[in-house]
Structure formats: C-alpha cells, structure tokens
C-alpha cells in the first residue's frame, strides 16, 4: 500500500513537471508521425477522390484538385518517415517540390470550389520561389533557420491567398463549411508563428525536421491534423454547393432561366407578407403567347424554343427592380409586381403587350412577328395567398383570348 502510493506520488510529479512535457514529446518520433500523416493524407485523397461523383464540374475539379495535394503531402511525408533511408538531397529536394505544389493545387482547388478567380500565376510563382528559396538555403548557404522562416513566409502567402478566398463568404456567414476552413488557415498561420518563435527563442535549436526535439515532434504532429480538418472543410463545402444547386434546380426552369411554379410560389409569399407589413397590393400579370403552336407546327420545337427565350427576355426588360416573372406553363408566364395599383398594372401590363408586339423574333433567318394576350388581377394585402389573384388573372387571361387576343385585360375584385 505504502508502495503503491509512493509510486503514485511519483507519477504526479512527472506530470506536473516540465521534464515530463519533454519527455512525452521525445517518445515521438518525427519518422513515426510523418508516416501517419502520409496515410491519413493518402486516405483523404482517396475519399475525396473516389466519394465524390456528382455535381457541377466546377465543384467536382476543386475536390480532384485537393485530392492531389493531399497526393503530394502524402508523398512528402512518407519520405520524411524513411528519413533514415532516404538520402538527405532527396528528402529534402522532392519533399520540398511535393509540399510546395500540394500548398499551390490548394489554393487552385478552394478558389475553384467558391468559383472566384483562380490566382494559379500567383499559386505557381510562389512554389517556385519557395523552391529555388529552400533549395539555396539547403546547399548554396545551408542554414536550417532561415530555411524555415523562408518556407515558412511561402507558407503563410498560400494560406493568406486561401484566407482571402474564404473570407467574404464567412463575413457574409453564407456557409459553416467556409467557416471551418477559415479557422483551419489560421491555426496554419498560428502554428508557424509559433514554430518560428521557438526555433529563434531556443538555445539550441534542431538543425534539420527530422532531429529529435520537441519543437519538431509538436510541428509535425500539428501538421497532421490540418489536412484532416481542411479536407473536412472542403467535403463540407462540395455538400453546401450540392445543396444549393439542387435548390437552384428545384427552382428555374432549365429553358428559360427564370424561377417556375414552386419558386413563384415561395416568391409569392415571400412578397405578400411584405405587402401585408406595408399594406399595399401586389399586381398579377399571366402573359400567353398567341397561337404558339403554330411557330412550332412551322418551324420545328428547337426554334420554339429560342422563341420563348426571346419572348423571356422582351419581358424581362419591361419589369422594374423588385418585379418578378416565372414561367408557369409551356408558353405561359406569370408577373408578380408588388407595390402597384390597378392604373400602374395596366400600364406595365399595355408596356409589355405593345414591346413584344413591336419586336421582330428572329426564326430560322425570317423575322417573325408574335403577340402575346395578358390578364391582370391585383392581389390584396389581406388575401391568405396569392392563389385567388391568380385565378383572377387567369379568368381575365381567358377573356383577352375570346377577345381576340394581343390585348390586356383586368380582373375585376
Ligand atoms: N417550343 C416549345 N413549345 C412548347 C413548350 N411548352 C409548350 N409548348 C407548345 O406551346 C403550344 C401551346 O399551344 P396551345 O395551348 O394550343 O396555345 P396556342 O397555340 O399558343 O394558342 P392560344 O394560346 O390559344 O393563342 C403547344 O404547341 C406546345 O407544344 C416548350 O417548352 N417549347
């Protein structure tokens, strides 16, 4: 008993004193922590390789990308972790390049995912200087201090291009995974703020990564968890894009360009509750083309087709700021103008009808000329929702149709 407690007392001792830190760290060797960085980064390579498959191109090369940075650091650190069989030129002349493309497909890689402009010329010039830098200061004027603080600053220039890249999207707070990336590039910066601090605080410093020494055991196992968060990071910022795309594509209609049925409906309510806050109407126009299907009986559906985007765009610059149009059916479009009474609706409404009339539509090298038949209703502030002005519209759409079509005609309340 008198043993056991004595033993324990020990112990704490250990622990709490500052030989035990270093001795933990010694028990770790650079060469063991090198190789399971260069596994767990050849595991993320091969996850955000292989598990990735569907999307847009632009979010599925950002992943491709990342997973052959994570390559290049795999290999750099498998040839740290055989050091002792590695011949020092090699070590470090390939481990370097290895690194240094890694830190530059990077940066490509995330600005690709978040589609802002690539900065590759930067990216490549930065890991040539960083090359040509550590590769004088390793045989020209061997110093292994300055070669940190020279990687180091390379480093630093990569993480701060990615940092800039992220850091509109986490101010806006558009995405977490922009976030987690964000925090991940600072913890870069910090842990080499940190390493060169102690290498210049040191007595003694270590003359090369792979010399046992506590400073070196810390950095390199640090090193091993930023892949891991990053790659995080950027699985979670493919997701976000998924998502968003789905959304996006649950909503516009694919011809056109402009929202359908279900994105009008969310619009519309959206727009309603604005309207109720400011106690004004919203103006309904549903605008059909006249005898469309005669164009496609003439000229085939291809034709039709680019018809309907001219028709989309004639409309389009008729709209003010806040309006909106949606397609609601094959030729059938749906306006939603908030803030307006029945004499502005008619009005917008007279615009577009004579704009479309006027425009000569271009099909198969022959201008054509089209009109289109409007009904217009306005949608009260009280109303539940938007679904009895609509067929309000629809019924005063019908009656333009009888009335022998390109002409408005207006609902009454
Ligand atoms: N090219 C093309 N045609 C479409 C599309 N969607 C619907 N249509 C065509 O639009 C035409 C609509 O025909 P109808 O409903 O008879 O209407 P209309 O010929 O415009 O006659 P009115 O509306 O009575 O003036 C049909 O020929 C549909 O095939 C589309 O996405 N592209």
């Known amino acids: 008993m008198h043993r056991y407690r004595h033993q324990r007392r020990c112990l704490r001792a250990r622990i709490g004193g500052a030989t035990h830190h270093q001795d933990l760290t010694m028990q770790l060797n650079v060469e063991t922590l090198s190789f399971i960085n260069g596994g767990q980064a050849l595991v993320l390579a091969l996850m955000l390789w292989y598990g990735t498959h569907d999307g847009s191109p632009h979010a599925l ?136 601090g102690s290498l210049l605080i040191l007595s003694t410093p270590p003359q090369g990564i792979s010399t046992p020494s506590p400073v070196n055991v810390i950095y390199v196992l640090m090193l091993g968890i930023q892949p891991l968060l990053a790659s995080v990071g950027f699985l979670l910022l493919y997701n976000e894009i998924l998502q968003r795309e789905l959304y996006e594509l649950a909503r516009i209609d694919p011809l056109t360009g402009v929202i359908n049925r279900l994105g009008l409906l969310e619009a519309s309510q959206v727009l309603l509750e604005q309207a109720r806050a400011k106690q004004e109407s919203i103006g309904v126009l549903l605008i059909d083309a006249d005898h469309f299907k005669s164009i496609n009986d003439r000229f085939g559906h291809d034709d039709g087709d680019r018809v309907l985007l001219e028709l989309v765009a004639n409309i389009r610059c008729m709209l003010r700021g806040g309006d909106m149009v949606g397609r609601v059916g094959g030729e059938e479009f749906l306006v939603l103008s908030p803030s307006v009474k029945a004499p502005d609706l008619l009005a917008l409404a007279e615009r577009i009808r004579s704009a479309i009339e006027r425009t000569s539509f271009h099909i198969a090298g022959q201008a054509y000329a089209l009109t289109v038949s409007i009904g217009a209703a306005i949608a009260e502030a009280h109303e539940p929702d938007m679904m009895a002005a609509r067929r309000r519209a629809d019924v005063a759409l019908y009656d333009a149709k009888r009335a022998g079509r390109n002409c408005v005609m207006i609902a009454a309340q």
């Not at 010329?121 to 004088?136: D, H, I, P, S, Y």
Request: aromatic share 8%; charged share 10%; net charge positive.
């Open 61 to 196: 090369n950002g992943l491709r990308l990342r997973a052959a940075a994570l390559l290049l650091e795999a290999v750099a650190a498998f040839l740290l972790a055989g050091s002792q069989w590695v011949p020092p030129h090699v070590l470090l002349l390939v481990g370097n390049t290895c690194n240094l493309a890694g830190q530059a497909l990077t940066v490509v890689a995330l600005r690709m995912l978040l589609k802002r402009p690539l900065r590759w010329r930067t990216a490549l010039l930065l890991g040539v200087a960083g090359w040509l830098g550590v590769t004088w200061l390793s045989t020209a004027h061997p110093n292994y201090l300055l070669r940190v603080m020279f990687g180091s600053i390379i480093i630093a220039c990569n993480t701060g291009l990615n940092i800039q890249a992220l850091w509109g999207g986490c101010r806006k707070r558009e995405t977490r995974a922009q976030c987690l990336l964000l925090w991940t590039y600072f913890l870069s910066i910090a842990l080499l703020i940190w390493r060169n």
